[in-house]
């Protein structure tokens, strides 16, 4: 039975594990031919695994413009496409910092791969999508982008830097036939947090402890959602009609205040 995705060419970044590497499975389930991008190509060829020959592990540093650049030369070649069609930026790096407590390689490594990552990659692959007529560009931000939590004011600021540029994006393409989706998880079951950075303090504030998993160690008493329900979202956003945008969504647990 065809795929709903047969043809298309998707590049998922922060894909080695968490939520890009569900959304990566989702994408190759409905017939898509999937490049998986992260750092690490062990992790990348381990998370691959069941996904089919219809996936590719690409080494990829986010903060590196030439690095993105060859993953999407890369991505394009091995399917035999002239543009990417579906690019969904989801490499992150979250870390609980106290402002007072000034950590600022902390601060940076955050805007490196939440801002300038989704930049690189929107750099590299906008272009040809524009040539092409199509292309579809999802930006995992976050719920945090909407909303500023204590002791993640970096973080936040970060998502909310990545939803603008979706919206600044999606309203200076539209006529050329591409869409951009801004999708903004609330706490999701990932290794996100597992390296909570240097501020043992901002950690113990937000009730978490460091070297577990989100919902595992946490003061927070509801239910966490999966990846794989972020990987719905996107397979809605990236399946809907082609005169249909889903411009934005926010999904988060249900009893998350």
């Known amino acids: 039975m065809a795929g709903r995705l047969d043809g298309k060419l998707a590049v998922v970044t922060g ?3 968490g939520i890009g590497a569900a959304i990566a499975a989702a994408l190759a389930r409905e017939g898509a031919h999937v490049a998986l991008a992260g750092r690490s190509e062990e992790k990348l060829e381990e998370a691959r695994k069941g996904m089919g020959d219809k996936t590719l592990a690409v080494p990829t540093d986010v903060t590196d413009k030439a ?3 060859t993953l999407m030369q890369t991505a394009t070649s091995w399917a035999g496409k002239s543009a990417v ?16 407590n000034c950590h600022t390689d902390n ?3 955050m805007l490196d791969v939440n801002c300038k990552g989704v930049l690189h990659s929107i750099g590299a692959a906008l272009q040809p999508m524009i040539v092409q007529g199509s292309g579809h560009i999802i930006n995992i931000s976050s719920d945090a982008a909407r909303r500023m939590f204590p002791n993640l004011a970096v973080y936040c600021a970060s998502k909310a830097f990545v939803q603008q540029i979706g919206e600044g994006l999606r309203r200076e393409i539209v006529g050329t036939g ?11 079951k990932t290794a996100l947090v597992q ?19 989100v919902g595992e160690g946490w003061a927070n008493e509801w239910q966490v959602m999966m990846p794989e329900d972020v990987a719905d979202s996107v ?23």
């Open 178 to 188: 591409l869409k951009v989706t801004d999708i903004q998880p609330g706490d999701v």
């Open 67 to 69: 690095s993105v650049e």
């Open 195 to 213: 390296n909570s950075g240097a501020d043992a303090e901002a950690a113990e504030l937000m009730g978490v402890t460091p070297g577990t998993v």
């Open 235 to 257: 397979i809605y956003a990236v399946t809907a009609p082609a005169h249909v945008a889903i411009n934005e969504i926010l999904v988060e647990p249900r009893d998350q205040s």
């Open 107 to 109: 601060w940076v490594q």
């Open 15 to 17: 894909a080695s594990g």
């Open 85 to 100: 069609d579906i690019l969904v930026n989801c490499a992150g790096v979250m870390y609980f910092t106290c402002m007072k």
